[in-house]
């Protein structure tokens, strides 16, 4: 009797901690993990907003390389639904997209198991000096067995060094995908080296209303000035633009024909070009190679490429023999350092 008495007081004794655990204990987990990337905030965001972009860097994701996972919905966007269902190291459960802004991405995790629980996980990227911070976070309200639970097990270093983990590996993904971007405006921009040719031609400063007229008539000088003095073109005719006023709407550009390299016309401008270029292959109308201008643009600003001074048009496609204007042809080149 003496035993029961004891045996029924310890229950009670620990009964009575469980109640006061669950009553005092951690009423809300809070997780986060933060990673500075060199990359621009949308870049890095566009690799987090997705449930299949979050796949490449979360660290559960190589837990369980064979797990079965369904994504419901469009992806991306409010109310998608994305359900895993693998080994004991990742259980079951699944997740759904309930706010999503130009860097925030809120999504309620349903934990299905090996333990029943919900929780919130939230990934934002801000600017900063050197590009981007980007954090994830874990949100979870206790019930009233996980706050007993959560009084002995800390759950930041539980799960911490696996949040750390999936942020490191973002920051990889990203820079490395930063450092390969060729495609800008849906254009693709290759680096190319230049052997050296001279162009030779005639340079005004020309409005941009004019323009067309005026490379129609210097052309009609130039070529049969090369062709008396006997020196073969090596190329398309061409532009070099060493100025593009805005504010003016003019150019100062030269009208010119590609020829060997060291070659001359009496009264005609030469211009030697070599080295290192951007080059982009572009198809469409003169009006429409703009888009191909600002890629450009974009490029170099994006990895820090010091623009040389010229842009050069080779005009490939004769639009005289084509006149479906979506296939001509322009070889746009970019000089840098």
Not at 99 to 121: C, Q, R, W, Y
């Amino acid at each position: 009797m003496k035993a029961l008495k004891i045996i029924l007081g310890v229950v009670f004794a620990l009964v009575l901690v469980i109640i006061v655990l669950g009553m005092t204990g951690p009423k809300h987990v809070h997780i986060e993990r933060s990673v500075d990337i060199d990359a621009p905030a949308d870049f890095v965001f566009s690799h987090a907003n997705t449930f299949e972009a979050m796949q490449t860097w979360s660290p559960w994701a190589e837990l369980d390389p064979e797990q079965v996972t369904t994504i419901t919905g469009e992806d991306g966007v409010v109310g998608t639904i994305y359900e895993w269902e693998g080994n004991d190291q990742v259980g079951k459960g699944e997740q759904i997209i309930k706010e999503v802004t130009a860097n925030k991405i809120v999504t309620d995790l349903h934990f299905i198991e090996p333990f029943e629980g919900m929780s919130e996980a939230t990934f934002t990227v801000e600017s900063a000096e050197n590009g981007s911070k980007a954090t994830w976070a874990y949100d979870e309200e206790t019930n009233f067995m996980s706050r007993v639970m959560y009084t002995f097990i800390n759950m930041d270093e539980m799960l911490g060094s696996d949040f750390q983990k999936g942020m490191d590996k973002l920051k990889s993904i990203v820079e490395s995908a930063k450092a390969d971007k060729k495609v800008f405006n849906g254009m693709e921009i290759m680096t190319e080296e230049l052997s050296p040719k001279t162009y030779l031609g005639l340079r005004e400063v020309v409005s941009w209303a004019d323009m067309s007229e005026w490379f129609a008539q210097k052309f009609g000088i130039i070529y049969p000035a090369a062709a008396k003095a006997g020196i073969e073109p090596t190329g398309a005719p061409s532009a070099i633009y060493y100025v593009w006023d805005e504010a003016n709407q003019q150019a100062d550009v030269m009208a010119c024909m590609p020829a060997a390299e060291g070659s001359s016309l009496d009264n005609m401008s030469a211009e030697t070009v070599a080295g290192k270029a951007l080059v982009i292959e572009y198809f469409g109308s003169y009006e429409g190679s703009a888009a191909a201008h600002e890629a450009m643009e974009a490029y170099m600003q994006w990895h820090g490429v010091d623009y040389g001074g010229l842009a050069i048009e080779e005009y490939i496609t004769d639009p005289m023999n084509e006149p479906d204007t979506a296939k001509w042809h322009t070889r746009i080149m970019y000089t840098v350092k």
